[in-house]
């Protein structure tokens, strides 16, 4: 699942929203790293219908414009859940083995250039 797809239906898992709504929304809840253009947003709102992970919940004339408002399928609240238990996996996996590294006493310095441990031949190290 793409990044842009993934907070698209993050951004629909509470409530069906507009295009404009869904825009807001997923550059709110990526802190701004996810700004989808409006070109954008379409094309993996097609995609996501296509898909049948969200459908068209209604149409509302504001202003003279029509919104389309979309919502989450059943399929498409279980896609959400199984990508952001698959995140969190591969997160808690990177977690642990950071955590290894440190408490294996894991430097900064390149590889060969460790600080010696062990006194060399002349009562320097090696």
């Known amino acids: 699942m793409t990044r842009p797809a993934f907070f698209v239906l993050t951004a629909l898992a509470d409530q069906p ?17 996810v700004q989808l253009r409006v070109g954008t947003l379409y094309g993996v709102l097609d995609r996501l219908t296509a898909d049948g992970l969200i459908v068209l919940d ?9 919104r389309r408002y979309y919502r989450l399928t ?7 859940d199984a990508e952001a238990e698959r995140m969190a996996a591969g997160a ?10 440190r408490r ?15 006194p060399g031949l002349a009562g320097g190290y090696a």
Do not use: C, M, N, W
């Open 104 to 118: 294996a006493g894991a430097s900064d310095a390149p590889a060969g250039l460790e600080p010696p441990t062990a």
């Open 92 to 101: 808690g996996a990177a977690k642990r083995r950071i955590a290894e590294g």
């Open 58 to 66: 209604r149409e509302e004339v504001q202003q003279g414009r029509l």
């Open 17 to 33: 929203r507009h295009g404009y709504g869904i825009l807001r929304e997923v550059e709110e809840l990526s802190d701004g790293e």
């Open 74 to 80: 059943d399929d498409g609240v279980a896609a959400l």
